[in-house]
């Protein structure tokens, strides 16, 4: 079974730093790129971030309103991928998903989802 | 960054109704365009990708149309299941960036 569990959140105050896992399983983690994707409390998805896989130079690309804060890494020995955040502000509090990409009829897309760590940024 | 405008907001609707959902992208996108479904509390399901290929499992009355900058989302009947907050996503160049969402309600 395919699986991907993120672990890591918690509460921190503003201007810290947390560093969130993704556990894969049940398939090649190695061959895919995987994005993080986060949901503040009552309002919409949010795209934070990709890295592509060893093929594609682990490349990353991040949202505006998280460069140069955060930054997302993957150890394949590990099966997992990483978001390291740090700076946080108030408005980073959100559920993060991390999201496996895969490619179909050509279109990357993200078709498996953890089910979340909640981060709180709070004083 | 490309926005991504969907509309609506919010819609109340019965079941065995036609329902329509649309995106518009500030710029054009070609046709890398998803959509995906979201129920309270559980995670996101992916529904379409290429702006017209059925995810996989998703039943039929789910379809999608449009390419360039106007996207569409049609329920051709739709069900109690159905239900929930609709989201279509932008992955034709970075950032990727998500629609507001539609909720669906029940009238």
């Known amino acids: 079974e395919v699986q991907l569990v993120e672990s890591g959140g918690g509460l921190v105050q503003p201007g810290g730093s947390l560093r969130l896992s993704c556990a894969a399983s049940g398939f090649t983690f190695s061959d895919h790129y995987m994005d993080w994707v986060r949901q503040a409390p009552g309002k919409g998805l949010e795209w934070v971030g990709r890295i592509k896989n060893k093929a594609d130079s682990y490349t990353t690309y991040y949202a505006a309103s998280v460069k140069g804060r955060f930054t997302i890494s993957r150890d394949d020995s590990k099966n997992s991928v990483y978001l390291q955040m740090n700076s946080l502000k108030t408005e980073d509090t959100a559920v993060y998903y991390c999201a496996r990409i895969v490619v179909t009829a050509g279109y990357y897309g993200m078709d498996v989802w953890g089910q979340g760590t909640t981060v709180t940024v709070s004083s | 960054d490309i926005q991504m405008t969907q509309s609506p907001s919010a819609m109340s609707a019965s079941v065995g109704d036609r329902v329509t959902i649309t995106c518009r992208a500030s710029?054009?996108?070609?046709?890398?365009l998803a959509w995906f479904q979201q129920k309270p509390g559980k995670v996101p399901q992916r529904l379409i990708y290429g702006a017209s290929y059925l995810q996989s499992g998703v039943p039929s009355r789910f379809s999608g149309s449009g390419s360039g900058s106007e996207f569409t989302l049609t329920i051709s009947s739709l069900q109690p299941e159905d239900f929930a907050t609709y989201y279509c996503l932008q992955h034709n160049s970075y950032p990727f960036t998500f629609g507001g969402g539609t909720k669906v309600e029940i009238k």
């Open positions: 710029q054009g996108i070609s046709n890398y």
